[in-house]
């Protein structure tokens, strides 16, 4: 089946260590998503990209950084996690801009102690 | 990110009753109301979702009603089932990028 995958799907680091989260999709889609959700939380916007465009979004912390190598891989780069970093992230893909239903996966549970 | 306020935060319900979520906008250029279902462990799902043109849209026991004018839409469930319980969050889109409400825990009670 088609899907979006999220490896690992929990993540324990400690503070300042740099951790990297993946996400790969089946789906072929042009849009990738990152979303932090904190508990009790919307889900919020980090970045995305549509195609290999990068879209950073304003209030995104420079700790947090993104690659996309290719169609179907994106990691998550958090180069030194603080204690307010610990939150679900969530990927998502879209086929593209005119195709407005995302697909989520499973999402990855960081701990940072 | 433009806000979306979603109520409650909360809501328990017996099995075949009525389950009501609500959610607001501020921004008019949004053009696009889905609604996301979360399951525990999973990632949110698309669960039914609405354009602006239109005032309700229904599938199956899932209702969105809109209220364009009032900058306010709706999820109702009708007949709850045990299986509906999860968190569902509300979204609006404007250009091709979601603002999500904070969610709405539902649990449905046997």
């Known amino acids: 089946d088609a899907m979006v995958i999220q490896n690992p799907r929990y993540q324990v680091t400690q503070f300042g260590k740099p951790v990297t989260l993946s996400c790969s999709q089946t789906?072929?889609?042009?849009?990738m998503y990152w979303y932090q959700q904190k508990s009790s939380q919307a889900p919020k916007l980090l970045f995305h990209?549509?195609?290999?465009?990068?879209?950073n979004e304003a209030d995104t912390p420079d700790n947090f950084q993104s690659r996309r190598p290719n169609t179907s891989f994106c990691f998550l780069d958090i180069r030194s996690p603080g204690l307010g970093d610990a939150a679900m992230y969530l990927c998502?893909?879209?086929?593209?801009?005119?195709?407005?239903?995302?697909?989520f996966g499973p999402g990855t549970r960081l701990t940072v102690l | 990110q433009q806000q979306v306020k979603q109520s409650p935060q909360s809501l328990i319900v017996q099995k075949g009753g009525i389950s009501i979520i609500n959610c607001a906008y501020e921004?008019?250029?949004?053009?696009?109301f889905p609604w996301y279902q979360q399951f525990p462990g999973k990632g949110p799902a698309l669960l039914i979702a609405?354009?602006?043109?239109?005032s309700e849209k229904k599938e199956g026991r899932f209702t969105i009603s809109f209220n364009k004018s009032a900058k306010q839409f709706s999820l109702h469930i009708m007949d709850s089932q045990p299986g509906d319980s999860a968190t569902y969050f509300c979204?609006?889109?404007?250009?091709?990028?979601?603002?999500f409400g904070r969610g709405t825990s539902l649990i449905v009670h046997p």
């Open positions: 998502a893909t879209s086929r593209s801009y005119d195709r407005v239903v995302l697909y």
């Open positions: 789906l072929n889609h042009n849009v």
């Open positions: 990209y549509y195609d290999k465009d990068f879209n």
């Open positions: 921004n008019t250029a949004f053009d696009y």
């Open positions: 609405i354009r602006p043109d239109v």
């Open positions: 979204a609006a889109m404007g250009s091709y990028i979601p603002t």
